[in-house]
């Protein structure tokens, strides 16, 4: 009997440290799954699972966003511990963008508030300078205004009049100064810049050289 009663404790303790084991790993897929589904509205956030505790991550588009986040995650039942690492878009004013064109292509800089504008952004800018290499120097920010996306298509539209030069704008303020690309375009843009403007723009600096001619 005593030869054998050992092997037989070691054995229902493996049983034992196999069964906690593999409930555990059931309990952290079950939490992470749940806490995936309660988190899906909010795309900007990550997470990571370790048994019963959370670690939440992300940069929120604003504070409403992440408080709106932190409370989904609070909800989820049999969580023992949130760890929280998210934080905010920076603040941005004047919220300003600048569009520079030259004979070595297009510069966009300044702020956009998320990725879906930037990529809008750029699918207008190759539309509005085909073949003409871009780069994007964007960073996110919160605090566009209204149409932001808008004013920033009707400027690359301005742009495309241009031979070289920079459109820039500066919360609901529109400044452009370059050379025209032709006559035309002189003309064109003249003519829409002495108009009113789309999307509560007020014109600012507006220094346009007529197109150089041809020898």
Known sequence: MFKWFWPGITWTAALTALALWFGADRVETDIATRTGAALAPFVWTGLDVDGRDVTLKGIAPDPEAQSA????????????????LTSVLPLVSPYA?????SADGIILSGSVPDNDVRDRIMTAAESAAPGIPLDDQMAMGRGSPPDFADSVEFALQLLSGLREGE??????????????????????LESRLNSPLPFGLTAGQVEIGEAELQQ
């Open 69 to 84: 986040a932190q409370d989904a995650l609070a909800k989820v039942w049999g969580i023992r511990e949130i760890t929280d």
């Open 97 to 101: 963008l600048q569009i520079r064109k």
């Open 167 to 188: 459109i820039g704008i500066s919360d609901r303020n529109i400044s452009i100064k370059g050379r025209a690309a032709d006559t035309a375009s002189y003309q064109k």
